[in-house]
């Protein structure tokens, strides 16, 4: 397995800090899913009733990406293969589909969400700061602030990376380097 990447700074302003820790998970998710093929990236935790696979996980992952920083950020509608989902039919869509996908597919869509992602994060900075609400409201009526979505998205990101551990070593036994 790739090395994991380093830390982030131990000082920064709020939002390089933030977007530090963004990409340290990204990068950690892309370590934990480097070099394996399509049975391995559809591999489950044994004996788990999860859906939960590392190449779902890079799709889901991807999904998260163009809904907090396209859809509930700038209250675009959603693009790509997201445009046609059918998540009443299937909630989990973006973890149960992903066993169609090529490695090389979830690793694309991953990293081009990624990249939208930021292009949109830049975007949204440029218009102001971090206590500017999301566009979309949430479920509630209330919106997010950009910061809440960082804050969540450092979150989500560290939880599915603990999560990446456990399926990654029961996959080929490759733990934390």
């Known amino acids: 397995m790739s090395s994991y990447p380093r830390n982030p700074a131990f000082a920064a302003d709020e939002t390089s800090m933030l977007r530090a820790w963004i990409d ?10 480097a070099g394996l ?14 859906v ?3 190449g779902g996980m890079l799709k ?12 509930a950020l700038h209250d675009r509608p959603p693009a790509g293969i997201w445009a046609d989902v059918d998540w009443e039919a299937d909630e989990d869509w973006d973890w149960s589909s992903a066993r169609h996908d090529t490695p090389e597919e979830l690793r694309r869509l991953f990293d081009e969400e990624v990249a939208r992602s930021d292009a949109a994060l ?4 440029a218009d102001g700061g971090l206590d500017q ?3 979309r409201p949430r479920g509630d009526g209330e919106h997010a602030t950009l910061r809440w979505v960082l804050v969540h998205l450092v979150e989500e990101y560290a939880r599915h990376a603990g999560h990446a551990d456990l399926i990654r070593e029961s996959v080929d036994g490759a733990v934390d380097l």
């Open 24 to 33: 340290y998970y990204r990068d950690t998710i892309r370590a934990q899913t």
């Open 37 to 50: 093929g399509a049975d391995q990236l559809a591999t489950r935790i044994p004996d788990h009733p999860a």
């Open 52 to 54: 939960m696979t590392l």
């Open 60 to 71: 889901h992952l991807a999904f998260v990406e163009q809904w907090w920083f396209s859809i």
């Open 122 to 125: 830049d975007e949204a900075l």
């Open 133 to 135: 609400p999301a566009r």
